[in-house]
């Protein structure tokens, strides 16, 4: 079965830091694209962070950010885990969103602009004091 499952919401303070994980199972992550999304309240859900296809690390990796988070947030991929992780650093209350992961062996630009096979079910981060 085909699975995405995010972890490592949670509450956190305005400046502080969380890494969200994104664990595959039931196939290779290293062949597809991955993203991250986030939708807030009432707002539409938008690309976070694409990393490009790895085919096992043959392939030079290519990373996209929106500009909201450029210089904050970083993300990679452990392909011995077939994981990919979004690291969240600086965060605002402006971050609060639900984020989810999602997959399609695509370009960096097509997932991030919403072109996605699977969805993982998403995890709630909210930045408050």
């Known amino acids: 079965q085909v699975q995405l499952v995010e972890s490592g919401g949670g509450l956190v303070q305005p400046g502080g830091s969380l890494r969200l994980s994104c664990a595959a199972s039931?196939?290779?992550?290293?062949?597809?694209?991955v993203g991250w999304f986030r939708q807030a309240p009432g707002k539409e859900r938008e690309g976070v962070s694409c990393?490009?296809?790895?085919?096992?690390?043959?392939?030079?990796?290519?990373?996209y950010y929106v500009d909201s988070v450029k210089g904050r947030f970083t993300i990679s991929r452990d392909i011995a885990k077939n994981t990919v992780y979004l690291q969240m650093d600086s965060l605002k209350p402006t971050d609060t969103a639900v984020y989810y992961c999602a997959a399609r062996r695509t370009t960096v630009q097509a997932i991030c602009a919403g072109a996605v096979d699977y969805w993982g079910e998403g995890t709630l981060i909210t930045v408050s004091s």
């Open positions: 039931g196939f290779s992550l290293d062949y597809y694209a």
């Open positions: 990393i490009s296809v790895s085919d096992g690390g043959s392939r030079d990796e290519s990373t």
